[in-house]
Nanobody
Framework: VQLQASGGGLVQAGGSLRLSCAAS????????MAWFRQAPGKEREFVAA????????AYADSVKGRFTISREKDKNTVYLQMNSLKPEDTAVYYC??????????????????WGQGTLVTVSS
């Protein structure tokens, strides 16, 4: 499975952006798609995840209520709608996919497929 992320850019604080991650190749019913991010000088951190079949979602506390992850099955695409953006959301955002046990979705270790990063910059 190959993943292609897009949608990053520069936005003012309080603004919105939508990231997309298009998957090519076969996906499985128990596949999990996720977004991680890495800010300069910091470790990569979990943002959100969605189970491909059931649509279950999980979010980091720092984005809960502001970000929404969704998927469009017929387009093999996952989205991350980001609202009320803050300067601390500035990071390179990566989409990831894999056969991940749902209880472990917040760890990057289980994801075998990664897209290239897309930069999100939030100005104050």
């Amino acid at each position: 499975v190959q993943l292609q992320a897009s949608g990053g850019g520069l936005v003012q604080a309080g603004g919105s952006l939508r990231l997309s991650c298009a998957a090519s190749g076969r996906t499985f019913s128990n596949y999990v798609m996720a977004w991680f991010r890495q800010a300069p000088g910091k470790e990569r951190e979990f943002v959100a995840a969605i189970r491909w079949s059931g649509g279950n979602t999980a979010y980091a506390d720092s984005v809960k209520g502001r970000f929404t992850i969704s998927r469009e099955k017929d387009k093999n695409t996952v989205y991350l709608q980001m609202n009320s953006l803050k300067p601390e959301d500035t990071a390179v955002y990566y989409c990831a996919g894999g056969l991940v046990i749902w209880g472990l979705v917040r760890s990057s270790n289980g994801y075998g497929n990664w897209g290239q990063g897309t930069l999100v910059t939030v100005s104050s």
